[in-house]
């Protein structure tokens, strides 16, 4: 049944409206009933009571914000009439109880997967060539150039633009208007395909702009990274082109790679270009090199995995007011439905956990890692004051505009990917994740730099919520997008591969979507599925630099 606005929590005494409310509209809620003052647009908050400046705001049952003014009943609550508060938190746990959801539908089933020799499992099966610097970007073009199209792997796109039809118009004297009218999109039906290595995927590129010129940090940092995306299971092998003089040494990947795993064995090769005898030979050498580890790469088939083999990561981006009571919480289920079948899911972006931590320290397994998830999330804060800036400042202008105008109602909202179930183990940036059960993952909350990590840390899958519609993909792991509201999946219902708006109009449940959730991501990972995102080639790869990124 639909409802004109909820209370999403019994401790709340702000309103999320579910539709536009006129102003004068009667409500109730529990004992409490009364008009609006004014028009509430959908996924925005309305006050339950009075209030006067400093009187707390509670959402989702936490901290939200404080009043700046004096709020009537039934007023818009605005970034003009409340200000970002947060609660306190310390390292002492409660302990916490977790009832597992009911996993029977599941109990059984496998994905075809790639099978690694560390025991991991790919649910791709792609080849990455990787420079070590910024330097070698240009030699990592040239090798796209030339490897791509030969070996049949022209687009990652479901269509191809045919710009060679409207230059040979040009070129036989075809009137403007009538080139402008030229069709110039074939759709995949159209595109050949005739891949030389049927059981390779795709050959991805991790071009950046690190390795050198800033901090040694910076550069251990980053081989730390792209150590991860070697050893990620989605990942059959590696060619790694060094300058050679640069912060980011070939013996710093390998030591990365080594204590990621200590029996590395996937083929790997890296070129140094200042010990080539020149550029052309050394284009030649990354060739030859590369066409052989695909050829050991297109031994390895899909074979049966039980579902635990999953690390699937929880992102979230573009997020608007509905994104916490559908997309996210929907998300949420699933991930505890993965950590029920000893999955592994990864909680990133810390500056949106802000005032939910104690929750989540109540939910470490272990008292260590609720001190390192303090330590984390202290540190963190402080960086961001210290620029003169907060995680107050980490919502965006989309995010206000669709009704989420604190962190910490955003936070509270975003953590809910995160699900119920117990924290195994607190991480920092560029580890690897080793245990099964929900894992956190210290990154930024910019989009782009949290899947890039979490592809990083191991994860062969991600799940991306979205209130207002993101274009972010990642090179290895096929990022799935999910939809909070019916109007963004029939707006760029080519980006949206799930829609939970239908919890919002009341066709649906957390658990019925959750569950919706859990099997595409089965289908996925069987590579019977491709995500929206993988099919647009939305290869996105952004390292962070430990600097303050919210």
């Known amino acids: 049944m639909f409802k004109k606005y909820l209370q999403i929590h019994p401790k709340d005494n702000i309103i999320v409206a579910l539709s536009d409310l006129k102003k004068g509209e009667p409500f109730s809620i529990q004992d409490i009933v009364g008009n609006l003052q004014q028009e509430i647009q959908a996924k925005h908050k309305f006050a339950l009571h009075d209030y006067t400046v400093g009187d707390k705001l509670i959402m989702y049952g936490v901290l939200i914000g404080v009043a700046t003014k004096q709020i009537a009943q039934g007023a818009a609550i605005t970034i003009d009439n409340v200000a970002h508060a947060s609660s306190e938190f310390d390292s002492r746990q409660e302990k916490i109880n977790w009832e597992a959801p009911d996993i029977s ?20 099966n792609y080849w990455i060539i990787v420079p ?35 230059i040979s118009q040009y070129k036989s004297g075809v009137p403007l208007a009538d080139l402008m009218e030229t069709s110039l999109i074939q759709p995949a039906d159209e595109i050949i395909k005739n891949r030389v290595f049927p059981n390779v995927d795709g050959i991805k590129f991790l071009k950046h702009e690190g390795g050198c010129g800033g901090t040694r940090e910076d550069a251990e940092a980053l081989c730390h990274l792209l150590a991860g995306y070697i050893t990620n299971p989605n990942v059959a092998g590696a060619t790694v082109l060094s300058l050679g003089c640069q912060n980011a040494q070939i013996k710093m990947i390998q030591d990365a790679i080594a204590l990621k795993d200590a029996s590395f064995s996937k083929p790997i090769y890296i070129l140094e270009q200042q010990q080539s005898s020149s550029e052309p030979a050394f284009i030649e050498d990354a060739i030859k090199k590369t066409f052989v580890g695909l050829i050991e790469a297109n031994k390895t088939v899909r074979k049966p995995a039980p579902l635990s083999k999953l690390v699937v990561g929880l992102e979230c981006g573009g997020s608007d007011g509905f994104s916490g009571i559908s997309a996210n919480p929907s998300l949420g289920y699933a991930s505890d439905l ?19 931590e104690q929750d989540l320290i109540n939910r470490c397994v272990t008292k260590k890692d609720a001190e390192r998830f303090t330590s984390l999330m202290q540190t963190y804060a402080k960086q961001a004051i210290a620029v003169g800036s907060g995680f107050k400042n980490n919502p965006s202008p989309g995010n206000i505009k669709d009704g989420l105008i604190t962190d910490a109602m955003k936070s509270a909202g975003a953590a809910k990917k995160g699900g119920t179930s117990p924290v195994v183990e607190v991480l920092d940036y560029t580890e690897r994740v080793t245990k099964s059960g929900l894992n956190l993952l210290c990154t930024p909350g910019n989009d782009v730099e949290s899947t890039t ?11 991306f919520t979205t209130g207002l519609g993101t274009p972010t993909g990642n090179p290895i792991t096929s990022v799935i997008k999910v939809s909070s509201n019916h109007k963004l999946s029939e707006k760029m ?14 066709e649906d449940t957390i658990i019925t979507k959750g569950e919706e959730i859990l099997e595409y991501i089965i289908q996925v990972a069987n590579g019977n599925i491709i995500p929206k995102a993988v099919k647009l080639g939305q290869d996105d790869f952004i390292p962070w630099k430990r600097g303050i990124s919210l």
């Open 453 to 463: 990590a979490l592809a990083g840390s191991g994860a062969n899958i991600i799940v």
């Open 105 to 124: 539908k599941w109990k059984n089933k496998t994905f075809n997967g790639y099978h690694r020799a560390d025991g991991k499992v790919g649910t791709s």
């Open 132 to 166: 070590l610097t910024f330097c070698e970007n240009r030699n990592v073009d040239v090798l796209k150039d030339a490897l791509l199209e030969p070996l049949g792997y022209l687009s990652s796109k479901d269509f191809s633009v045919n710009t060679a039809s409207l």
């Open 338 to 356: 993965l950590v029920a079948l000893g999955g592994s899911p990864i909680l990133s972006e810390f500056p949106e956990l802000n005032g939910v």
């Open 493 to 506: 219902e080519d980006i949206i591969d799930i829609n939970t708006g239908t919890i919002i109009t009341g």
